[in-house]
């Protein structure tokens, strides 16, 4: 969610050019000196920035002197956004994190398959396409988290540990409004979309983990299931006032912040919050409970691969670049870097956790399953955007129906 965030020398992108300074214009190239230069396109974020970047890839550079990678930083584009730009100018990066290959632009990526290594990384088969490993990633996050203000919590007389149905969640809300807070913080962007979808999917997922297959084949629509109750409530807290409808003009930065600061009460977030929280010296003033729910509870936790890299196949130094990809996914240094960095986890590998994170640990420990929308339950390409598209519409005074209706408008035109 925190990675869904060009160069200077482009002027139609000239709103993005103040987080790609660092950049010069240019491709990769074999210097005079012998040494190699990798364009290595990441996503900025509260967490992981510039600075992190940096001295991350540092490390790097001194275990291996015959390469420097250079950075190549998104700030108000995707990821994806920013490999379409460079390969249709024909200068293309060498690798990009935070990319998600599908069956239709995997051949945009190096086919990862034939090395070893990637086997034993987090998730990896189960983002293949077709058997094939493209993507391979550090760690893993989990999603379906929300995220309180112990303070707030305590001034209206909540007990967390009773919310577990959506009833109950909206009761939690009416009470922190009367207590004085925002009952629950969003924020503009890719914000709206993203919450409802881990508020949703949890729930509709945990009850029938094939629905996006069913979706694909058109066996279930958004309109004719779970979907709409989730739609329904959501524009219902709209319309009390849980949520604040001038928010769709907040940055996600600021309304993490927001809710930092002790403005809003409740947050919905993935694990990536909290090193955030941890920075700002408030881990120990937020607590965090897994998602409510109207079916099964706990439900099971919507979660991703973290820190994900693919090598882009027109790289020029292609050798270079899976070697590079190998140290961010295989060196254990450079692993718990990455997880501390973004609050993720993996397998065999610990580091110090705040209280905060200690009881996301407890969450993911007691989920279960783990969501997985990815390979053949990755839905079709465009779909969190329009999503997020749709669930901005409800503050505007979209009807729950009329969402639903459009959501499965546009996916069937997608087909």
């Known amino acids: 969610m925190g990675t869904l965030w060009r160069r200077a020398c482009t002027a139609a992108l000239a709103a993005t050019t103040l987080v790609a300074t660092a950049t010069a214009c240019g491709g990769g190239s074999e210097e005079s000196s012998g040494s190699t230069t990798l364009r290595m396109i990441v996503n900025i974020t509260p967490n992981l920035t510039e600075q992190y970047w940096k001295g991350l890839f540092a490390k790097y550079e001194q275990s291996h002197p015959g390469v420097k990678v250079n950075l190549e930083l998104t700030g108000t584009i995707s990821a994806t956004a920013k490999l379409t730009q460079d390969l249709a100018a024909g200068d293309p990066p060498d690798v990009a994190q935070q990319i998600t290959p599908t069956k239709d632009n995997a051949t945009l990526f190096a086919d990862l398959t034939g090395e070893a290594w990637t086997a034993e990384t987090p998730l990896a088969d189960q983002y293949a396409i077709d058997g094939k490993r493209y993507l391979v990633g550090v760690g893993s996050q989990i999603q379906s988290l929300v995220f309180y203000n112990k303070a707030a919590f305590a001034k209206a007389g909540l007990d967390a540990t009773g919310i577990k149905t959506l009833d109950q969640f909206q009761d939690a809300m009416a009470k922190l409004k009367a207590a004085g807070y925002t009952p629950l913080q969003t924020a503009g962007q890719w914000v709206p979309g993203a919450q409802f979808s881990l508020l949703a999917d949890s729930g509709v997922m945990t009850e029938d983990p094939d629905w996006i297959l069913k979706r694909k084949d058109n066996q279930v629509t958004f309109a004719g299931s779970g979907y709409v109750k989730y739609f329904e409530r959501y524009k219902g807290w709209i319309d009390q006032g849980y949520l604040d409808k001038s928010s769709l003009g907040v940055t996600y930065a600021d309304g993490q912040t927001a809710f930092l600061d002790g403005k809003s009460a409740m947050y919905i977030m993935g694990s990536f919050f909290v090193p955030a929280a941890d920075a700002a010296k408030k881990s120990d003033e937020i607590g ?22 693919v090598v ?45 994170g200690t009881e996301v640990q407890k969450i993911l420990d007691a989920a279960p399953s783990l969501i997985v929308r990815s390979g053949p339950r990755q839905p079709i390409d465009g779909y969190s955007g329009e999503l997020n598209t749709q669930v901005q519409s409800l503050f505007t005074g979209a009807t729950a129906a009329k969402v639903a209706e459009s959501l499965d408008k546009w996916w069937n035109s997608q087909r």
């Open 288 to 309: 965090v409970f897994t998602m409510p729910s109207d079916g099964a509870h706990p439900t099971g936790q919507v979660g991703n691969i973290a820190n994900s890299y």
């Open 312 to 356: 882009v196949n027109q790289s020029k130094h292609k050798a270079a670049a899976i070697d590079l990809v190998k140290w961010l996914v295989t060196d254990p240094a450079a692993i718990e870097s990455q997880l501390a960095a973004d609050g993720n986890l993996r397998k065999g590998f610990t580091y110090k956790m705040s209280s905060l």
